[in-house]
């Protein structure tokens, strides 16, 4: 019977379950032995035992710190660092296993690598450049941990820079210069929309100048032209006139007697109120045709060139 539990006893011990998405390194008088992979395993009893438990699943960190710019400003940080074990492999593993005494001092080392790249890159930028680079800093700190993982047998899946933030005072001076750069960019703006809208009134009173200037132009000659014509067809209708008379041995001072009774005629009927004198007596109609009689037989002599 006490051989039998003794049997038992190890054949319990010899029994090692390994859950999924994790290994575990086994030594043997502290030596490494082997890696058990998930599942049943056996192990030999009192002799080797197991060392450590890994887990390959992707593993998160939030790091938050600060590093001060080549123009002495503080910048505070918050990442996400994500990682895992590069892969299950018997080497991989034992790099894992024996590198770091434990977790702890493996975390402490990986967030202080990350955060002094990260200040390195910051010392040599201005506070003004910072907001700007988050891409490339994050660029600058993967290339040199992703190295530096993979020699302790990690992978860096990611790494992302949350949130830059500078000390109150800082931020209150951006807020003013961002402010007062924002102030400048309107008036810019106002000033080119009111030299614009200015520029195009002073274009369109211009151009209505110009047209009011044409038309009038236009209007003039054609008024011009129309009172030619009037004259020449009163001359035309007066010379026939005339002709007509003089071959019905008429006296062709009736047409002056007529021209002048249309005239009185025309400023009865289309006055506008203005005020004009004439002599409606018979001495004066009589004065009124003689002159109009001798401006009828004035000969003009010709204008001096």
Known sequence: MILLAILLALIVLSIVTV????????????????????????????VERVFKRISVQNRAAELTFQAVTVDQANVHF?????????????????????RFLSDRDFMATLTRTVEGNIRSFVATK????????????????????????EDWGYHLID???????????????????????????????????????????AEAEGNAIKI???AEREAARMRGQA???????????????AKEMQTANLDTSVILFSMWTEAVKNFTEHGKGNIIFLDGSVDGMQKTLKELMALNTMDYAPPKQ
């Open 126 to 149: 201005k506070q003004q450049e910072i907001l700007g680079l988050r891409r490339e800093i994050t660029e600058a700190v993967k290339i040199n941990i992703d190295h530096m993982l």
């Open 159 to 201: 790494l992302q820079i949350n949130d830059i933030t500078f000390d109150e005072e800082v931020m209150r001076s951006m807020s003013k210069i961002v402010a007062a750069n924002n102030l400048k960019a309107a008036a810019e703006n106002e000033g080119q929309a009111l030299l614009i809208t200015k520029t195009k009134a």
């Open 78 to 98: 918050t990442s996400l660092l994500l990682f895992s074990v590069m892969d299950n492999n018997e080497e991989t593993i034992k790099k894992v296993a024996f």
């Open 212 to 214: 009011a200037a044409e």
């Open 19 to 46: 859950q999924q998405a994790t290994v575990a390194v086994t030594t043997i008088f502290g030596k490494y032995s082997r890696t058990l992979y998930p599942g049943l395993n056996f192990r030999i009893p009192l």
């Open 227 to 241: 009172v030619a014509l009037f004259r020449e067809e009163v001359a035309k209708g007066m010379s026939h006139a």
